[in-house]
């Protein structure tokens, strides 16, 4: 490598039919082969495993991802436990279809996380084996590995950077369809409400109490009180009790992964 850092190539070949394991072998790469396709998260999870060194760089072989950035990146993985390569520079090709599920997600993703998220599900990124093992039993086999380990680092309290990149036309067709779009929504509320409940559930008890209220005062006015008035204030003070258990349990199991 010309940048002069010591390093280990892998690819991980999971389970494909076209000639990637050769083809990889030949360009002097050391080869990790998955006999079926098992999904991206456990293919990145085999190659961590299989990893020598304790600072691991992911990087899709689609063609997309700048390579050239690697070393920056790197250059920071000293003070960070995560550095994400976020696709907001000069030059980035994603489609426009998938640009307002993305959009949507990252600003949902960034207000329950509560900081700035400027890409959740980079391909590019350095990370630390042991933020990984930490995570392993939350981290999927498929796609939302990289939103799941993105969501559990700022979640936990560790420190990660977002570095611009630009981010080239695909080349091949991707696997990722606008329906996933759904899948990728429930995981951010998933992993929000295993990390930190509060910010979901204090939201949606409000929610319920301002309906409550709302339908209160209307019927004051008409000088009765409705059931439907009583059932959002005891939805609303439901949902805070579940919100405060759920709280609970997510710090007792904290306290066993920051071990």
Same mark, same amino acid.
């Given at each position: ?132 093992? &930490?995570?392993?039993?939350? /981290?999927?086999?498929? %796609?939302?590995?990289?939103?799941? $380990?993105? !969501?559990?680092?700022?979640? +936990? ?41 509060? &910010?979901?559930?204090?939201? /949606?008890?409000?929610? %319920?109490?301002?309906?409550?209220? $709302?339908? !209160?005062?209307?019927?004051? +006015? ?38």
């Amino acid at each position: 490598m010309e940048a002069g850092i010591q390093h280990q190539i892998l690819v991980v070949d999971d389970g494909s039919t076209d000639n990637t394991a050769r083809e990889a072998r030949d360009s002097g790469a050391e080869v990790v082969s998955i006999p079926e396709n098992r999904g991206y998260g456990a293919a990145i999870k085999v190659g961590i495993a299989r990893a020598d060194h304790d600072t691991i760089l992911i990087i899709d072989a689609d063609g997309t991802y700048p390579a050239e950035s690697i070393p920056q990146l790197l250059s920071y993985s000293e003070s960070y436990d995560m550095v994400v390569g976020a696709r907001v520079g000069k030059d980035v090709h994603i489609p426009l279809a998938r640009r307002p599920a993305k959009w949507f997600l990252a600003v949902l993703a960034s207000y329950l996380a509560g900081c700035s998220i400027p890409d959740l599900n980079s391909g590019l990124r350095v990370l630390r084996r042991d933020l990984v093992d &930490r995570f392993s039993h939350v /981290l999927p086999a498929g %796609f939302s590995f990289t939103t799941s $380990v993105t !969501l559990a680092a700022l979640c +936990s309290g560790a420190l990660v950077r977002f570095h611009p990149i630009d981010y080239r036309p695909r080349v091949g067709d991707s696997k990722i369809r606008a329906l996933h779009a759904f899948d990728f929504f429930l995981l951010v509320l998933r992993t929000i409400v295993y990390f930190n409940p509060l &910010r979901v559930f204090i939201p /949606l008890g409000l929610v %319920f109490f301002a309906v409550g209220t $709302v339908k !209160l005062v209307y019927d004051v +006015s008409l000088g009765n009180i409705s059931e439907t008035a009583v059932m959002a204030f005891l939805g609303g003070a439901i949902v805070w009790a579940v919100g405060l258990l759920s709280d609970q349990i997510a710090r007792i199991g904290a306290r066993s992964w920051m071990r």
